[in-house]
């Protein structure tokens, strides 16, 4: 019993320690997960591209820092901010690369 309460105990420091972040990024796709739409050229505008890679191709917005990619976990919100900078607000999972997504807004 003694292990599972120290297990847990560890959990939620790392949890706490790992809390609310805000990310500064473009909203992208993970085929041109770089913001580099030049490749794929689904459209005259990157946000197109995006549009077009997500709709048709299978593929999933990311959010490129201009050195990270993250996986989102709200997939809809993006599609209003394609191509576009923005503050994305949330809590990022280091395995996943993930950003559990509280809240997204364009950047100034």
Do not use: W
Not at 11 to 18: E, G, H, K, V
Not at 83 to 93: C, E, N
Request: glycine residues 8%; positive net charge.
């Amino acid at each position: 019993m003694r292990p599972l309460i120290v297990g847990l105990l560890a959990l939620t420091a790392l949890s706490a320690a790992q809390g609310k972040r805000t990310f500064v990024g473009t909203i992208t796709d993970d085929m041109c997960e770089r913001a580099d739409h030049s490749r794929m050229q689904m459209g005259p505008t990157d946000a197109d591209c995006t549009r077009a890679c997500v709709a048709q191709h299978g593929a999933a917005f990311v959010l490129f820092d201009g050195t990270n990619v993250y996986k989102l976990s709200d997939q809809k919100t993006p599609d209003k901010f394609a191509g576009q900078k923005v503050r994305v607000t949330g809590t990022v999972d280091a395995k996943t690369t993930t950003i559990h997504v509280e809240s997204i807004s364009a950047a100034k």
